[in-house]
């Protein structure tokens, strides 16, 4: 198959980083986990100029790192729930059913209809594997997840509440709280450390905008936090030395420690 020509923008476009960040995992001595998929869609799908000369070793290290993680909290979920069922909002071109999603009852990739339909491009859908071609703020969504108790239900926000302004956040929240209460849902958070890149996002037409102190502003939403990761303090051989150096310094300070949470939640 030739290459992609997309015409994504905003925040869709931004799924191009983290499936370069995958891909190349795959190409380090030791990846942390194996993601032939990403590299095959990446090779579809280069950055742009703009995009790529953002990319940098770090992005590669956070952004892999991150669905690492996701892939952990993922996993202890499918294992310790008899009929699992796991939802990924704003999933964009993740590859995650295809790494460890085989023993799930259902796996739903929700995103705009233009992230979709390049999905459709690229991958399958199966009774097991659906897609759900809409916006995260277009409640009518819920209404597609199978009938299952909640606490079989493992909602994933990877990379995604950062670009909604708060006010969208909390109805999101409140909605979901309604509709699947004591089902899981596991975010990232950016502290306010982040705001010192919005600019930068801007540019790329997708401005973060929703920033924490701490994971009790998640609480404040009406979640109760079971969890909470700090980013850069998670596998810290993954830095080279100075880097690590750094984080280990720098996360000292609360500003600097919850520049970026995992917050795993039960609504």
């Not at 493992?154 to 209460?181: C, D, K, W």
């Not at 404040?220 to 310094?249: C, H, I, K, S």
Request: charged share 20%.
């Amino acid at each position: 198959m030739s290459q992609i020509t997309t015409k994504l923008t905003g925040v869709p476009r931004t799924m191009l980083f983290t499936l370069k960040t995958r891909a190349d995992e795959q190409a380090r001595p030791c990846p942390l986990f194996q993601d032939p998929l990403a590299v095959e869609w990446q090779k579809l799908l280069p950055l742009d100029e703009e995009m790529e000369a953002l990319y940098n070793q770090l992005t590669q290290i956070s952004w892999s790192t991150r669905a690492y993680h996701h892939d952990q909290i993922t996993s202890r979920h499918i294992a310790n729930h008899p009929h699992p069922v796991v939802v990924e909002l704003g999933a964009g071109l993740s590859t995650r059913f295809h790494r460890i999603g085989q023993n799930v009852e259902y796996w739903l990739e929700l995103d705009l209809p233009e992230v979709t339909n390049l999905r459709r491009q690229l991958d399958t859908e199966t009774p097991q594997h659906q897609f759900i071609s809409t916006s995260v703020m277009d409640f009518d969504w819920m209404n597609t997840i199978p009938d299952v108790a909640p606490e079989n239900i493992l909602f994933i926000a990877e990379g995604l509440l950062m670009y909604l302004e708060e006010n969208q956040v909390t109805q999101l929240v409140a909605q979901m709280h309604s509709r699947f209460p004591g089902a899981t849902c596991v975010i990232d958070v950016m502290g306010n450390f982040w705001k010192l890149y919005k600019k930068i996002m801007t540019k790329l037409g997708a401005p973060f905008q929703w920033f924490v102190k701490n994971e009790e502003d998640v609480a404040a939403m009406g979640l109760q936090v079971v969890n909470t990761d700090y980013f850069y303090q998670l596998y810290p051989e993954r830095w080279p030395l100075p880097w690590r150096l750094l984080w280990q310094f720098l996360t000292q300070f609360p500003y600097f420690r919850n520049a970026y949470l995992i917050v795993e939640t039960r609504l």
